[in-house]
Every structure is written in C-alpha cells, then in structure tokens.
C-alpha cells in the first residue's frame, strides 16, 4: 500500500520530467474525499488541482483515505495526472476564458466540453507517460 510519502516522491519525480519545478504546489492532504468538497458518493475523488498559471502558483486536494489503500503505481500515474493538469493549466484557462463571452446556453456547453476534453487527454497522457515508466 502507499502513503503521503509515496505521493511526494512522485509529485518531485513529475515536476521535474516535466519541468515544471520553478512552479509552487501546495500539497493539501485530506483524511477522505469529503473533507474538500466532494459530496458525490457515487464517485470516489482521488484528488483536485487548482491553479493560477499566471504566478505558477497550485493547490493540489489529495484524499489521503485513497492514497492509503492505493499501490504505489497508482499513486503515480495518479500523480502524474495531476501535475498534467498543472502543465495544461494556461491553455485550460485561457479557453475557459474565451468561453465566458459565448452567450449562456453556448458557455455551459462549450464549459463542459471543454472540461471533459481536459480530463481526458489528462488521463490518456497519464496513461501513456506511466505505461513503462
């Protein structure tokens, strides 16, 4: 099983592969996923990262109740994923942007097919960035 450490030695192995080490990440762990906001019972949050690109600056949710059942190959590709997110945050949030001037029913749309696209190409880069590592 992982733990805290496990997800800080990866968090320092993918801020460095993908240069991202003069960024400030604010690592939160949280006792289970309900103790940051999510109230969802039905899907299990594993973890949540918010950005401001602009100063480099991200707070990263961990559900430490997740971590500690996980392997660590999880908690790594996991990590990664997360640090993806950090990686993409400028291009995520100018497009989150530029939909704010869409016209409402355009701008949710837009908002969730951009998010959805997000994560997705989050997870397969994961996937792929872990398969042989």
Sequence with gaps: MASENDWRQSMEKWTKKLNLESHTIKLVFHKDQYSYGN????????????????YKDHTMNINLEWVNTATKEDVDRKVCHEVLH??????YNLIWKIAGDLSEGKKKAYREWITSTNEFVTTEMALALTKND
């Design 39 to 54: 109230y969802n019972p039905n899907m299990v949050s594993v973890a949540n990262t918010s950005s401001l690109p602009e």
């Design 86 to 91: 950090i990686a993409y945050a400028p291009m």
